[in-house]
């Protein structure tokens, strides 16, 4: 038996053109989407020193970085353990959180928040209206804060190392949801076995 598994991946091998030399080795074909969190380890992520973001990050939230599989694991296309695998990462085109707050604070009745992010029209109708009666300006400073409003571009801010980045999560009908029991009918069974 241990001879027909040997075979079969010396075969296996021959095939895929990696020299798989014992039976401990497994060959993948796309290690960069086949490997499971757990197989394969990115450590030497290149990240963009002014954006704290993954290198190369593409408008659709992605970024090639090298990683290693496990040990044990060879990738196809190299024949050795380390592959390219697309990371998740914020795509940036340049506009600070910092500055968008500092405007919005003392800049926001003039509308020079809304011009930096690249919203003209509301920009000028708060630069028309005095920051619409200093309400939109107290609202703009709100929503900047708080990261509701972004770039125009659909970027995320560039944000200081150690600052207050924010992350939407959002509830659709893929969410699981914890079953949990109703404090009324608990507190109902408990009194009757009580009596």
Not at 158 to 172: A, C, D, M, Q, R
């Amino acid at each position: 038996m241990k001879f027909v598994i040997h075979y079969f991946v010396v075969l296996v091998s021959l095939v895929s053109g990696c020299d798989v030399t014992d039976d401990s080795q497994v060959v993948v074909e796309d290690c960069g989407t086949q490997l499971h969190p757990g197989q394969f380890l990115c450590t030497q992520l290149d990240v963009d020193p002014q954006t704290q973001q993954p290198a190369n990050c593409s408008r659709e939230g992605k970024s090639r970085q090298r990683c290693t599989s496990a040990p044990g694991i060879l990738c196809k296309p190299s024949c050795n353990s380390t592959f390219v695998k697309e990371v998740d990462c914020s795509w940036t085109n340049g506009y600070s959180f910092d500055t968008a707050l500092l405007l919005s604070v003392f800049l926001g009745m003039f509308g020079i928040d809304r011009f930096y992010l690249g919203y003209p029209a509301v920009g000028f109708l708060k630069f028309s209206t005095l920051g619409f009666f200093f309400i939109g300006h107290l609202v703009d400073v709100i929503l900047i804060a708080t990261q509701t409003l972004g770039p125009a571009d659909n970027s995320s801010y560039i944000i200081s190392y150690f600052g207050p980045v924010l992350s939407k999560v959002s509830v659709g009908e893929e969410t699981y949801r914890k079953v949990q029991s109703d404090w009324y009918t608990d507190k109902h069974l408990w009194i009757n076995s009580v009596q």
